[in-house]
Each structure stands twice: as structure tokens, then as C-alpha cells.
């Protein structure tokens, strides 16, 4: 019988330990130490982004947006209803009126030729997801953003080492968020970055992050306290978390090569099934090989596969649910597209140290299923 495939599992990769080993060994755990600012420095070289600040998680690192873009009762935020919870929270949180858009047919991203048709004049932000690390439109979205004077927050969680065009997913609207979650490509249990690419925001940024006191000037030697100034809350992580993510972010290019390998190896291997569709990449979009998802005619479809992974002892995952159906949600949109992805789409096992024997072994269940 064969063994369990997971259906992701943390590579280590040894240096994490040390980074961290040295940090308890050095008494200084508190946060915005050595690690953090190496992390920074790693994003401003790597990513040549304006201004970064590791957070908690992406969820955080939302929520920073939010209060950055002051964000207040009455205004409309628009937000991706085939997406995480955290993305509409974190405006929720601030009282903003939260309008979904749809995804498109092919793709789970939201559909930026419907945009227009839901702005008003309350809009105040569209945050756009990265599904899988594949690119949204951008150039689209940031000409509805100087057309209709809106902000533009890119939620990459999924987006590590993925681009549009030559740019770093994250690093293209005025405010961009990247996680570090255990499920994501790279990892540090938890964890976010906060990228402010609009300098107007950098100042206030150092503020909200350090609880809404100007300690970074502090910090710097420029004044002799440091007081409340705005709002904030604690949004650093601690120098261990700073460290094992160090530790991962020097071995990017190797975790996401690998990566791209094993993509591209399943994609091969699964090519023209019959009503089974495999994910659909612009040519505007470098990915990162975060997901890999098969797209079936209907629910039932879906089920057979999941029953029959099941049995082989192979974990595949269905995710997000249309947000706009939520109980939480008031409005009930008929999001065509999106209630779509949600019974259709299923995620196959994927994790750096998944080898291609155990691909052959999931897409000869995958076949099996699709010739019945
Ligand atoms: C994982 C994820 C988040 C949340 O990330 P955390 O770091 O766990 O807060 C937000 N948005 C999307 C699209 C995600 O996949």
C-alpha cells in the first residue's frame, strides 16, 4: 500500500535553526532587531520596493492598509468575492461598505473589465488578490485608478517571487501585502510584509506599526521621547519569527525554481483531459507555482476526484467560498463567476519537497477518474 501525500508540508532548510538559535543566544527577542531590518533590506534589494515593514501576518498587513488609506464608515471598498476572509475584514474592521467583484470564467482573479460598472463615488480603495500568484491585469486597474482617483491595494499573499510583467506582484498599487503563513511558499509559521510604494505613506506607516507612536524617530536619535501620535496597534513579529523567515528568504530562488519544475511537470502530465481545466496563465503574468488547481465542469465532477484521492490516501482541498454568500455579508450578489470557482475548484498536494514519483501517483488517479 502506499504512503500518505500530504497536501503541503514546510520545507526546512537548516539555516532557519541557526538564525534562530542565534537570536535566544543573543537575549534580544523583542522584534525590530537585526533579523527585521535584514528582512527589510532583503525586500528593498530583491524587490527594489519603496518602504517595507514586516508585520504579524498579511492579515495585519491589510489592516495597516486600511488605517493608512483612512478608510471610515460610508466609504465603498471594493474587494475580490472569490477570496480570503481576511481581505474583507481588515476594511470591515475600519466600516467600510465592502462591494465584491467577480472572477472571470478562465481565472479565479477578478474580472477587471467589470470594475467600472461597480464604482461610485464612495469608492475609496480596490484591493486585488493574486490568485495562485498569477497576475491581475494591472495596467487596467491602475488606469480606473487615476480615472477615478482610487487607491489600489494589492493583496499578494500568494505572491512571492511572482510578477506582472518585470514587476514584483505587491509592489504595483499604492499599498501591497505579501504572507508568510504556513501554507504559503515561503514561511515563518506566521507572518506578512507590509509595501507601501506610495511615499505619502511612509512617514505614517512607522507610526501605525509602532502602535501609533513616533518611536522610529525616536529610534533614529531625533528626539528625546517618543509619544502617541495616531492610531496603531502591535503589528511587528518577534526577532525569532524575523529570523527563520530570513532563513527562508535567502533560499527564494531555489524554493520557487523547484517549485515552477514540479508546476510545470503536473501541468504536462495533465494536458488535455477531458472537461478538466488546468489554470490559465497570461502572458503578462511570471507565476511562483503557489497553487496548482484542477477546474471541473460541476460539483459532482469535483467530488468524484476528491473521493477517489481519498481513497489513494492523497490530500486535495477545495478553498475559498464566494465572500458575497457569506452569513456575515449584507449583500447576496449574484457573483456568477465566483460561486463557479467555488464548487469547481480543487487543489492538488503541493509543497517544495513533493516529488515527481508522487505527481505520477496523483495524476494517475486523476486520469483513472477522468476516462470514467
Ligand atoms: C493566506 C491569505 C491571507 C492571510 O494571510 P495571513 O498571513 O495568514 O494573515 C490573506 N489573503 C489571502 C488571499 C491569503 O491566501
Avoid at 523547484?258 to 483531459?273: G, V
Avoid at 519537497?353 to 477522468?370: F, G
Wanted: with cysteine; charged share 20%.
Amino acid at each position: 500500500m502506499h504512503s500518505e501525500i500530504p497536501f503541503n508540508r514546510t520545507h526546512l532548510f537548516g539555516i532557519e535553526s541557526q538564525f534562530v538559535q542565534e537570536v535566544i543566544g543573543s537575549g534580544n527577542l523583542g522584534g525590530n532587531g537585526d533579523y527585521t531590518k535584514k528582512c527589510h533590506q532583503f525586500f528593498r534589494d530583491y524587490y527594489r520596493v519603496e518602504h517595507c515593514l514586516l508585520t504579524n501576518s498579511c492579515t495585519a498587513a491589510l489592516e495597516m492598509a486600511a488605517i493608512l488609506l483612512d478608510i471610515k464608515a460610508g466609504d465603498e471598498v471594493i474587494v475580490p468575492a472569490y477570496g480570503y476572509v481576511s481581505t474583507a475584514n481588515a476594511f470591515a474592521l475600519r466600516g467600510a461598505k465592502l462591494v465584491f467583484a467577480d472572477s472571470m470564467e478562465h481565472s479565479p482573479n477578478l474580472d477587471v473589465g467589470l470594475l467600472e460598472d461597480i464604482i461610485t463615488q464612495a469608492t475609496k480603495a480596490i484591493v486585488v488578490m493574486h490568485y495562485g500568484g498569477v497576475a491581475v491585469d494591472m495596467d487596467v486597474v491602475m488606469a480606473l485608478s487615476k480615472k477615478h482617483n482610487i487607491f489600489i491595494v494589492e493583496d499578494a499573499a500568494h505572491g512571492i517571487d511572482a510578477y506582472y510583467k518585470d514587476k514584483p506582484l505587491g509592489t504595483i498599487g499604492h499599498l501591497g501585502a505579501l504572507s508568510f503563513h504556513s501554507s504559503k511558499n515561503i514561511t515563518s509559521g506566521h507572518g506578512g510584509l507590509l509595501m507601501v510604494n506610495d511615499p505619502d505613506f511612509v512617514d505614517r506607516s512607522n507610526v501605525i506599526w509602532q502602535k501609533g507612536t513616533d518611536k522610529s524617530k525616536f529610534d533614529l536619535g531625533h528626539q528625546e521621547y517618543y509619544q502617541w501620535v495616531d492610531i496603531g496597534s502591535s503589528f511587528f513579529p518577534s526577532e525569532l519569527t524575523a529570523a527563520y523567515l530570513y532563513g527562508q528568504l535567502l533560499n527564494l530562488e531555489s524554493i520557487t525554481n523547484k517549485r515552477i519544475e514540479l508546476w510545470d511537470y503536473y501541468n504536462d502530465s495533465l494536458k488535455q483531459l477531458n472537461k478538466i481545466n488546468l489554470p490559465s496563465i497570461p502572458n503578462f503574468a511570471r507565476h511562483n507555482a503557489h497553487i496548482f488547481y484542477l477546474k471541473f465542469e460541476n460539483k459532482e465532477d469535483r467530488y468524484e476526484l476528491e473521493v477517489a484521492l481519498i481513497n489513494n490516501k492523497i490530500s486535495a482541498f477545495s478553498h475559498y467560498l464566494n465572500l458575497s454568500n457569506s452569513p456575515f455579508s449584507d449583500v447576496h450578489d449574484v457573483l456568477a463567476s465566483a460561486s463557479d470557482w467555488e464548487k469547481c475548484l480543487l487543489r492538488l498536494p503541493f509543497f517544495y519537497e513533493l516529488s515527481l514519483d508522487q505527481i505520477d501517483r496523483i495524476v494517475d488517479v486523476v486520469k483513472t477518474v477522468a476516462k470514467e
